[in-house]
């Protein structure tokens, strides 16, 4: 069955450090997004991402966060100078809108750790 | 904002016995999911409903879709030890926009 994957699984770093969390949504899926998880919060919308430039986008979402689709299979999310509150798990999610439903298919999370 | 309630927010039963989890809100969705959270893992779908007073059933578990498409149940029968997770509800307003979740049900079911 197609899946979305996410690398790392796992990153710890240091206040103020940049990150990067790749994303390889399901191929024939044309919607991407990325939603968060703090430690036993509720899953939160960051932004959504459609045609190459983003749909919408959370309060959360703030300058310090981008996101881009550098090749065809590739959807990354970038935290420029990360925070202590910027812990937490980072699901990336596609849909394929059938329907008229918004299904979507989550990856197993990033889970980053900032110190 | 687009809320969504959920309720109980933990619910710990028998083996065997049946249970139901609400999911409310103020608001119209176009659609709503389901979905089922293993600890460290991504949310897993389990249904998506998208017409009012829709009742979908998979094996043991039945969803329904309020009249007014602003509420949700789940509903198990006979739960079974398997059946314990997370589960999570969350609504769109569009057909390809944000899913607002709701804060999840943890289900303990004890053999």
């Known amino acids: 069955e197609p899946e979305v994957t996410q690398t790392p699984s796992h990153q710890v770093t240091q206040m103020g450090q940049e990150v990067i969390l790749r994303c390889v949504p399901i191929?024939?899926?044309?919607?991407f997004y990325w939603y968060r998880q703090i430690l036993g919060q509720k899953v939160e919308f960051l932004v959504s991402f459609y045609n190459n430039e983003i749909s919408e986008k959370s309060e959360i979402f703030d300058d310090q966060f981008s996101v881009e689709r550098p090749d065809g299979s590739n959807f990354t999310l970038k935290i420029r100078s990360t925070k202590l509150e910027d812990s937490a798990m980072y699901f990336c999610a596609s849909s394929l809108i059938t329907s008229g439903a918004n299904v979507l298919t989550f990856g197993a999370g990033s889970r980053l750790t900032v110190l | 904002t687009q809320l969504l309630e959920q309720s109980p927010q933990f619910l710990s039963i028998q083996e065997g016995e049946n249970l139901t989890v609400y999911c409310n809100s103020s608001s119209v969705f176009s659609s709503l999911q389901w979905y089922r959270q293993e600890p460290g893992e991504g949310p897993v779908l389990l249904v998506t409903?998208?017409?009012?007073?829709e009742v979908k059933k998979l094996k043991r578990l039945t969803f329904q879709f309020g009249d007014a498409r602003k509420d949700s149940s789940l509903h198990i029968t006979a739960a079974q030890p398997g059946d314990t997770g997370l589960y999570l509800c969350a609504g769109s307003r569009t057909n390809a926009g944000k899913s607002t979740f709701g804060d999840g049900t943890t289900l303990t079911v004890k053999p």
């Open positions: 409903v998208v017409t009012g007073g």
């Open positions: 191929s024939n899926h044309l919607y």
